[in-house]
């Protein structure tokens, strides 16, 4: 109770020193978003400002806060989580999947308010949707010269300078000179003298480099230009580079100091193509500035990136039975523990995992923050256990386990929910239709111009049908040895994007009951295309066991059995090198369980052909 009356006060004042801001530069309302200027998820400290000033510590969001009211809004994943973080009493939470910042501002500001905003931290798409949703308040929008919540935040981090390193030629596929002239090419084609790219993991893809400039993602934050002749202009903090890097780079790609990103686009001359959706509208002003002729397209680093190259898929694959070895140690582990003396809890699970996945002299680190939700935690989509909410780990209930790698080189992201004890029939039910809608995906054959939208229906039928669903997407993209959130495609009730062989994308339904219980089943999968029929199909990657124990059989048919079957048969494989013989004996008690009539214990059925390829 103490403790947060602290966090109340500190808020309050941090809120009152802005709003005095805001009346220094003439403003009604500022509005933040959970960014910073590269549009990256996971934050640099020093860009934290959305925490800062209001508490959720959450991936997504954004605030408004006018001189008498303020509100903050986030996501399905953390409904439940900024409840909790954030003080009603100064905040009022909103869904942004119900209403969008430009709503809000309609529906509170009165006509013609001042809005200031740091067009560093907004594209010039958001900003005009914004525009649209207010256009009857005639709202006068303020792109302000510098942060105000950084002018308040006297403790501020400084950036952190890391350095950079090299993403091997042989493991991308392709060297960057090589990327650089496809791209290159393409802007020829259209008569494009050069494109603007800030997107960070783009940047690394095309320079084949990598870095440690935030945490969980290894990106290097920093800007580049992309020139007709397949010549780059890049610019980052020049500290970063080791010689090592500069030799390898070549002298096609230069180097610049950071700071010198904003003249050098307003001395850009001739066709520019710039993305409007990824890019700040601070870099479209300068364009405007420059007096160039803008070219509005995505970002041409965007697809080639997500369709992973052979040597990249191979190379994801290692990391992944790398991965499979740390999380059946750990499943072993977690089984042997008598938890009933109340020694296991969700930050002793999180520290254990982290342990077995330390152990490979490949690993780099986790790629995102572990989620280990034991019970009602497990209902909070993005939960993260601290000190204070800490729980033991006993009794009868689920722990759910989401959690990911990344190693030389790839990105894992794997959730497994674990039966503790005893558990009612009502979790079995929905333990298993979210493990149905599962296989749904891993089992499905499509055409080329199938959409995300489609297979995303597909993934939410056994659960629909029966009065259920889930308040995220299905599946996201992932990168290789990048972000474990790529874009490119995805499975979402939203994605209007197709896939293409060589995209790796996560399988993640779930069902979540606030207060009870959550269930989620992960695996990533590899889109790969059939050249018999061309038909596209996924080739899952993952290599964990799933819990048996929580299945309620008689819902299971029988092309789901045989699925299971053969991929826990293909865990089976895989891992038995790696594993000693407790750990594997272990391991074929738990993968073909005496619980149905159609699964037979220590079967040596030959592995599914598409799971071992």
């Given at each position: 109770?103490i403790e947060?009356k602290?966090?109340?006060?500190?808020?309050s004042?941090k809120l009152?020193?802005l709003?005095?801001?805001?009346?220094?530069?003439g403003?009604?309302?500022?509005?933040?978003?959970?960014?910073?200027?590269?549009?990256?998820?996971y934050?640099?400290?020093?860009?934290?400002h959305?925490?800062?000033i209001?508490?959720?510590?959450?991936?997504?969001?954004?605030a408004?806060?006018l001189?008498?009211?303020?509100?903050?809004?986030t996501?399905?994943?953390?409904?439940?989580?900024i409840?909790?973080?954030?003080?009603?009493?100064?905040?009022?939470l909103?869904?942004?999947?119900?209403?969008?910042?430009?709503d809000?501002?309609d529906?509170?500001?009165?006509?013609e308010?001042?809005?200031?905003?740091?067009?560093?931290?907004?594209?010039?798409?958001?900003?005009?949707?914004?525009?649209d949703?207010?256009?009857?308040?005639?709202?006068?929008?303020?792109?302000l010269?510098?942060?105000?919540?950084?002018k308040?935040?006297?403790?501020?981090p400084?950036p952190?300078i890391?350095?950079?390193?090299?993403f091997p030629d042989?493991?991308?596929?392709?060297?960057?000179?090589e990327?650089?002239?496809?791209?290159?090419?393409?802007l020829?084609?259209?008569?494009?003298?050069?494109?603007?790219?800030?997107?960070p993991?783009?940047?690394?893809?095309?320079l084949?480099?990598?870095?440690s400039d935030?945490?969980?993602?290894?990106?290097?934050l920093?800007?580049?230009?992309?020139?007709?002749?397949?010549?780059?202009?890049w610019?980052?903090?020049?500290?970063?580079?080791?010689?090592?890097?500069?030799?390898?780079?070549?002298?096609?790609i230069?180097?610049?100091?950071?700071?010198?990103?904003?003249?050098s686009i307003t001395?850009?001359?001739?066709?520019?193509?710039?993305?409007?959706?990824?890019?700040?509208?601070w870099?479209?002003?300068l364009?405007?500035?420059?007096?160039v002729?803008?070219?509005?397209?995505?970002?041409?680093?965007?697809m080639?990136?997500?369709?992973?190259?052979i040597?990249?898929?191979?190379?994801?694959?290692q990391?992944?039975?790398?991965?499979g070895?740390?999380?059946t140690?750990?499943?072993?582990?977690?089984?042997?523990?008598?938890?009933e003396?109340?020694?296991?809890?969700?930050?002793?699970?999180?520290e254990?995992?982290?342990?077995f996945?330390?152990?490979h002299?490949?690993?780099r680190?986790?790629?995102?923050?572990?989620?280990?939700?034991w019970?009602?935690?497990?209902?909070?989509?993005?939960?993260?256990?601290?000190?204070?909410?800490n729980?033991?780990?006993?009794?009868?209930?689920?722990?759910?386990?989401?959690?990911?790698?990344?190693?030389?080189?790839?990105?894992?992201?794997?959730?497994?929910?674990?039966?503790?004890?005893?558990?009612?029939d009502?979790?079995?039910?929905?333990?298993?239709r979210?493990l149905?809608?599962?296989?749904a995906?891993?089992?499905a054959?499509?055409?080329?111009?199938t959409?995300?939208?489609?297979?995303d229906?597909?993934?939410r039928?056994?659960?629909?049908?029966?009065?259920l669903?889930?308040?995220?997407?299905?599946g996201?993209?992932?990168?290789?040895?990048?972000?474990?959130?790529?874009?490119s495609?995805g499975i979402?009730p939203?994605?209007?994007?197709?896939?293409?062989p060589?995209?790796?994308?996560?399988n993640?339904?779930?069902?979540?009951?606030?207060?009870s219980?959550?269930i989620?089943?992960?695996?990533?999968?590899l889109?790969q295309?059939?050249?018999?029929?061309g038909?596209?199909?996924?080739?899952?990657?993952?290599c964990?066991?799933?819990?048996?124990r929580?299945?309620?059989?008689?819902?299971?048919?029988?092309?789901?059995?045989?699925?299971?079957?053969?991929?826990h048969?293909?865990v089976?494989?895989t891992?038995?090198?790696?594993?000693?013989?407790?750990?594997?004996?272990?391991?074929?008690s738990?993968l073909?369980f005496?619980?149905?009539?159609?699964?037979i214990?220590?079967t040596?059925?030959?592995?599914?052909?598409?799971?071992r390829?």
């Amino acid at each position: 109770m103490i403790e947060g009356k602290i966090v109340q006060k500190n808020i309050s004042e941090k809120l009152a020193c802005l709003r005095n801001e805001m009346v220094c530069h003439g403003i009604d309302c500022l509005i933040m978003p959970h960014t910073d200027e590269f549009g990256s998820e996971y934050l640099p400290a020093h860009a934290e400002h959305l925490m800062w000033i209001t508490g959720f510590t959450g991936s997504s969001g954004a605030a408004a806060i006018l001189k008498d009211k303020a509100m903050v809004m986030t996501d399905g994943r953390y409904t439940i989580q900024i409840k909790n973080e954030v003080d009603e009493s100064l905040f009022e939470l909103c869904d942004m999947t119900t209403i969008t910042i430009g709503d809000w501002l309609d529906l509170n500001c009165a006509p013609e308010t001042v809005v200031g905003y740091d067009p560093r931290l907004y594209t010039k798409k958001q900003i005009e949707s914004i525009r649209d949703k207010t256009r009857n308040k005639n709202l006068k929008f303020k792109a302000l010269e510098y942060n105000l919540i950084s002018k308040i935040w006297t403790d501020q981090p400084a950036p952190a300078i890391s350095l950079v390193e090299i993403f091997p030629d042989e493991i991308a596929g392709l060297t960057s000179l090589e990327k650089r002239q496809r791209i290159a090419s393409d802007l020829k084609h259209e008569n494009i003298d050069s494109c603007v790219i800030t997107v960070p993991d783009s940047i690394c893809w095309l320079l084949n480099i990598r870095g440690s400039d935030i945490d969980f993602n290894p990106l290097v934050l920093s800007y580049l230009i992309l020139n007709q002749d397949s010549s780059v202009d890049w610019f980052i903090n020049e500290k970063k580079i080791p010689e090592s890097v500069q030799n390898f780079l070549g002298p096609d790609i230069r180097i610049h100091p950071f700071e010198n990103f904003g003249t050098s686009i307003t001395h850009l001359k001739g066709v520019v193509q710039y993305d409007d959706s990824r890019s700040s509208i601070w870099v479209y002003n300068l364009l405007i500035q420059a007096g160039v002729t803008i070219v509005i397209g995505k970002d041409p680093c965007i697809m080639p990136k997500a369709c992973k190259t052979i040597t990249e898929q191979l190379s994801i694959k290692q990391a992944h039975i790398r991965d499979g070895v740390a999380l059946t140690r750990f499943l072993f582990w977690l089984e042997a523990q008598d938890l009933e003396n109340g020694h296991v809890t969700e930050l002793s699970v999180e520290e254990k995992l982290e342990e077995f996945r330390r152990s490979h002299a490949t690993y780099r680190g986790p790629s995102f923050s572990t989620i280990a939700g034991w019970a009602d935690h497990a209902a909070i989509v993005h939960y993260r256990a601290t000190a204070s909410s800490n729980k033991v780990i006993k009794g009868n209930g689920l722990l759910l386990l989401d959690s990911g790698g990344q190693y030389e080189y790839g990105t894992t992201d794997v959730t497994r929910t674990i039966v503790v004890g005893n558990i009612n029939d009502e979790i079995k039910d929905r333990f298993t239709r979210v493990l149905k809608s599962h296989i749904a995906v891993a089992n499905a054959r499509f055409s080329p111009e199938t959409l995300g939208s489609e297979l995303d229906h597909l993934a939410r039928y056994p659960l629909i049908e029966h009065g259920l669903n889930f308040a995220h997407g299905t599946g996201h993209g992932v990168g290789c040895f990048l972000s474990v959130h790529e874009e490119s495609t995805g499975i979402s009730p939203r994605s209007q994007s197709s896939f293409r062989p060589g995209m790796l994308v996560s399988n993640e339904p779930g069902y979540y009951l606030e207060g009870s219980f959550g269930i989620r089943h992960e695996n990533l999968i590899l889109c790969q295309e059939d050249t018999i029929n061309g038909q596209y199909y996924f080739q899952t990657i993952t290599c964990v066991p799933f819990d048996l124990r929580g299945i309620d059989w008689k819902l299971m048919t029988d092309t789901e059995k045989e699925w299971l079957d053969g991929y826990h048969q293909y865990v089976l494989d895989t891992l038995t090198p790696f594993l000693d013989d407790i750990e594997l004996q272990w391991l074929r008690s738990v993968l073909f369980f005496k619980n149905s009539d159609n699964l037979i214990e220590g079967t040596e059925k030959e592995p599914d052909k598409d799971l071992r390829n």
